[in-house]
């Protein structure tokens, strides 16, 4: 079982950018399918990005699509979410998920899909 582990959250202005590190620890992401999921307070987890284990495809929640990219780096063993001209409403605790790929094509945006979870990290923006 891989572990994940993110990285790269932060305090950042309204217009600005950030980074998300996804990192598999004890075994290779190479045969999963990935996802990132956020949390507001008060609110329930939500779909963000994800992208299928060969990396071929991709989806997006409407909201976030043209500012945020999902990527994996093989060699790296990690996946990361590049997010751009972020908005207060992105504020949230951004969670990496996965799970092991059926084929290699699929990504699917229902959290029940997925069987691993990192425990989050926190992206607050300020307006």
């Known amino acids: 079982q891989v572990q994940l582990a993110e990285s790269g959250g932060g305090l950042v202005q309204a217009g600005g950018s950030v980074r998300l590190d996804c990192a598999g620890l004890g075994g290779t992401v190479s045969f999963l399918v990935m996802a990132w999921f956020r949390q507001a307070p008060g609110k329930e987890r939500e779909f963000v990005a994800g992208?299928?284990?060969?990396?071929?495809?991709?989806a997006y929640r409407d909201s976030v699509k043209g500012r945020f990219t999902i990527s994996r780096d093989t060699a790296r063993n990690t996946v990361y979410l590049q997010m751009n001209i972020l908005k207060p409403e992105d504020t949230a605790v951004y969670f990496c998920a996965s799970r092991i790929a059926s084929n290699s094509e699929s990504v699917y945006r229902a959290q029940e899909m997925y069987s691993d979870w990192g425990r989050g990290t926190q992206v607050t923006v300020s307006s």
């Open positions: 992208i299928s284990q060969d990396g071929s495809t991709t």
